[in-house]
């Protein structure tokens, strides 16, 4: 049995007014009994109307099991197969990389084992508050043009924006459509889920909770037209309740084989316990399997899961994107697993603009992930390899951190009294990053 709304109420209220990791959050939970909803916060600082299951989030990379399921369907009716090279349905002018004779396939793609970068390597727009807006569809085909891989698409997982990106793309052009057409006829239109879209109706844009960073304040909604598949989507608890409820098979639905094949392919992702599906993360453990994705963009966090065992489904939805994400509360409810300890206090100190310049430059973590340190005005940015950039902050003269998640870096001072190096301090590893640059 999950927990009580009181229950569910109370993690809420720790995690919004205690902790400070959050601004609003809604939890849906749908079982064989029915559906509930328990909300707690603010759609928007001031503004006091209730947040509900209508109330409208940003889903971020949730989209992506929207987009291996139209997949997944348009295997099940004959359209298209998952070993499929991509290259099949884009422009002959576009050259998908390969590597020892083995193309791209369908299936690599929405399984994260394409061998693409997490972003491509040309995205670097300098619209940071809303980082995917301006790539276009011709620099994406640029960008594969040109990339050599690394290593064997199938041989191992890496998590990769740019391949569900494209794999949405390439449906789209397999059916002459855009993303959101596409995903609207499939899947939205057949299951009744009106409140979920990308371009937001007059209706939709009242009920959406404005977006916050990881220190609470606004920011700017994403757009995401060229790897729409990626993350592009928005939705509601409620609307969400409703797939999850297909899912679990709690109602009836014409999607019921193309998601069960959806759930059919199992490939590893590197770790004991997880696997990846088409879209959707298998993951085992003592306590019971839960098939779930998560989303995150510059001002929202999202979390869709159900439990298989117990046909109970859970979605949590934040419009803050802060260092505790809301996947600890989804398996919480689901399987009963500790929620996550609060996020250590770590405590701001001014520096000078002199100790602040002397932060920047290009670090090297690993040959294929560069950190760019810079200095825009008074505040500290940091921006990883197909990553978005985020504000880090002093809390030693040598030490800063990030609010966003639970990540510190300890700089290395040459005589020069410019860093050197710094030490990588994240997920209980301490991990060294020379200066290149």
């Not at 884009?90 to 972003?119: C, E, F, W």
């Not at 809390?395 to 990540?407: G, I, N, R, Y």
């Amino acid at each position: 049995m999950t927990p009580s709304d009181a229950h569910i109420r109370k993690i809420l209220v720790e995690r919004i007014d205690t902790q400070k990791q959050g601004v609003g959050i809604v939890v849906g939970i749908i079982d064989p009994e029915g559906r509930r909803i328990v909300s707690y916060g603010a759609l928007n600082e001031g503004d006091a109307r209730p947040l509900n299951g209508d109330t409208v989030f940003e889903i971020g990379s949730i989209t992506k099991v929207f987009t291996a399921l139209v997949l997944a369907d348009m295997v099940e009716r004959g359209e298209v197969a998952l070993d499929d090279p991509a290259s099949k349905y884009l422009p002959p002018t576009v050259k998908i990389p390969s590597r020892n004779g083995k193309q791209i396939s369908l299936m690599d793609l929405a399984t994260h084992y394409s061998g693409l970068p997490r972003l491509p390597g040309n995205m670097g727009s300098e619209n940071h508050a809303n980082p995917y807006a301006d790539y276009t569809v011709d620099q994406m085909y640029q960008f594969l043009n040109g990339y050599t891989l690394t290593r064997d698409p199938g041989e191992k997982a890496d998590y990769s924006n740019l391949g569900a990106g494209l794999l949405g793309h390439v449906l789209s052009l397999r059916e002459a459509t855009d993303y959101e057409s596409l995903v609207r006829q499939r899947i939205l239109a057949k299951l009744g889920m009106k409140d979920t879209a990308i371009a937001l109706s007059s209706d939709m844009k009242a009920r959406l909770a404005m977006g916050h960073d990881a220190t609470l304040a606004e920011v700017q909604n994403w757009d995401l037209p060229t790897l729409a598949g990626a993350g592009a989507l928005r939705s509601t608890t409620n609307d969400l309740l409703t797939f999850l409820g297909a899912e679990l098979g709690l109602t009836h639905s014409s999607l019921k084989d193309s998601m069960a094949r959806q759930l059919a392919v199992r490939r590893s992702m590197g770790a004991p316990g997880i696997d990846i599906a088409l879209g959707w993360i298998v993951q085992t453990d003592p306590k019971g399997t839960v098939i779930w994705h998560n989303g995150g963009t510059g001002g929202y966090r999202s979390y869709m899961g159900f439990n298989p065992a117990t046909k109970t489904g859970v979605v949590v939805l934040s419009n803050a994107s802060t260092q505790r994400d809301p996947d600890d509360i989804g398996r919480h409810l689901l399987i009963g697993t500790d929620l996550a300890k609060p996020p250590v206090v770590r405590t701001e100190i001014p520096l000078d603009l002199k100790s602040k310049q002397a932060f920047v430059g290009q670090y090297q973590v690993r040959p294929d992930f560069i950190v760019t340190i810079t200095l825009e005005g008074d505040q500290i940015y940091t921006q990883a390899t197909g990553q978005p950039r985020f504000p880090m902050f002093a809390e030693s003269p040598t030490k800063l951190f990030l609010k966003v998640v639970d990540a510190q870096a300890t700089f290395v001072m040459g005589a020069d009294g410019k860093a050197t190096s710094f030490i990588l301090h994240q997920g209980g590893r301490d991990t060294p990053a020379p200066r290149i640059k």
